[in-house]
C-alpha cells in the first residue's frame, strides 16, 4: 500500500543528481561478472524512478511513495502534460525496483535486458534534464554557446 499523494523533499535538481548516480552505478557495473544482472537493472530503474520523481516535484505534480513506474506516468499525463511516446517503456522497468532484487522472484534477467534498462533510463534522464534544464532561445545575431 502506498502512502497518500504529497509532494516530497528534496529539490527536483537533488532527484535529478541521485538519478544520475544510480545510472552511473549500473553502466559501471554492467559487465561486471560478479554483478547479478538483476542488480543492475535496479538501478536502471531506480535512475528512471528518481529523474521522473524530480520532473514531477519541478511540475508541482504530487506522488505516494512508490516504485510504480507506470502509476508515475499516469498522475504526469493526468496533470495534462504529455508523456513522450519516446518513452513509454519506462513503465517495463517496474519489476526492477523490488522482484529483480530476491531470489525467485523474477526470473534472472538477460544481459540485452540490462542493457535496454540502462537506455530507457539514460533517455529518461535526458528528458527530465531538459525539463530542469531548458536550452535558452536563439537570440537572432548572437552565437550560442
Known amino acids: 500500500m502506498s502512502s497518500p499523494s504529497r509532494l516530497t523533499t528534496g529539490s527536483p535538481e537533488d532527484w535529478l543528481r541521485h538519478a544520475k548516480s544510480d545510472l552511473a552505478v549500473a553502466q559501471n ?3 561486471n561478472p560478479d554483478v547479478l544482472p538483476n542488480q543492475t537493472a535496479f538501478h536502471a530503474q531506480q535512475a528512471a524512478e528518481k529523474a521522473i520523481k524530480g520532473a ?4 508541482g505534480i504530487a506522488f505516494p511513495l512508490t ?3 507506470k502509476d508515475l506516468v499516469k498522475r504526469w499525463t493526468s496533470s ?3 508523456w513522450p511516446a519516446a518513452l513509454i517503456n519506462v513503465k517495463t522497468l517496474t519489476p526492477y525496483a ?3 532484487r530476491y531470489p525467485g522472484y523474477i526470473h534472472q534477467i538477460s544481459r540485452a535486458e540490462v542493457r535496454a ?3 530507457v533510463a539514460e533517455q ?3 528528458w527530465a534534464e531538459a525539463l530542469l534544464h531548458p536550452p535558452s532561445p536563439a537570440i537572432p ?3 550560442s554557446k
Open 29 to 31: 557495473i554492467e559487465n
Open 56 to 59: 514531477m516535484i519541478h511540475a
Open 67 to 69: 516504485h510504480d513506474l
Open 80 to 82: 495534462g502534460r504529455a
Open 98 to 100: 523490488m522482484e529483480s
Open 117 to 119: 534498462a540502462i537506455e
Open 124 to 126: 529518461v534522464i535526458a
Open 141 to 143: 545575431g548572437v552565437p
